[in-house]
């Protein structure tokens, strides 16, 4: 049987990672967080002696970047440091860093790991290029502000010193790159259901969008 692929999409620290992994706990799926492949780019590009920001150098590492090397990224506490967040974004502007990517992304969905009936993608092109035809797409935003508060807030209980005008200077920098870029820019798929988390909290967020994913899929959610 054909798997269910719930696309959710949407900007950094919009609660879509937390919302992507509670639709998939309750619904039984798989879950890919997409942001990590290009954040494990850009940390490979970077430990290949690379720039991030040199587009060669990028696809080199992405073509380069195996199935053992990802699962040994996956686990590095850098990856989900800042400084990954900026090198993938600039990674991911690059057309042959996505391209590379892409077969795994098709593959996760088609054949979601574990055997489940479905799997959950997040990211910034998933609903528009990765996945066009999932039954179900979410596009999941806030307030830039509030995001930065969010993303301060979160670095600040994990003991990180921040200051808020650079994290959210960081944010803006970091929307604009990924909203801009030619390939694959961050935007809603004309189908998708626009989930604006500035005011909802966690629970208020899962409810809203299992009561969507349900209307589209016809899953008992
Ligand atoms: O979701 P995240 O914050 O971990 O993503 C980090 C960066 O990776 C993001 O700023 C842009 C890039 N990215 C992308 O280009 N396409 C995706 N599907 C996921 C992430």
Not at 28 to 43: E, K, N, P, Q, S
Not at 45 to 72: F, N, S, V
Not at 180 to 189: H, I, S, T
């Amino acid at each position: 049987m054909k798997a269910v692929v719930i696309a959710i999409d949407g900007p950094a620290a919009s609660g879509k990672g937390t919302l992507a992994r509670r639709v998939s706990d309750r619904l039984g799926f798989a879950h890919l967080d997409t942001g990590a492949l290009y954040r494990a780019v850009g940390l490979l590009t970077a430990r290949r002696g690379g720039d991030p920001a040199d587009p060669a150098a990028a696809e080199a590492a992405a073509r380069a970047l195996d199935a053992q090397q990802l699962a040994e990224l996956m686990k590095d506490p850098e990856l989900r440091g800042d400084w990954a967040a900026q090198a993938a974004s600039q990674v991911g502007a690059v057309p042959g860093v996505r391209a590379a990517l892409m077969d795994f992304q098709r593959g996760f969905a088609a054949r979601p790991p574990g055997g489940g009936a479905g799997a959950v993608l997040d990211g910034r092109d998933i609903g528009t290029v990765v996945c066009p035809d999932a039954p179900a797409k979410l596009f999941v935003t806030a307030a830039v502000d509030v995001r930065a508060r969010r993303r301060f807030n979160e670095l600040l209980a994990r003991g990180v010193p921040a200051i808020y005008d650079a994290v959210l200077a960081d944010m803006k920098e970091r929307d604009a790159r990924d909203s801009q870029r030619a390939v694959a820019p961050l935007r809603p798929a004309v189908d998708a259901f626009l989930l604006d988390t500035s005011s909802l909290d966690a629970d208020a967020a899962f409810e809203a969008a299992l009561s969507f994913i349900r209307s589209k899929t016809g899953l008992p959610a």
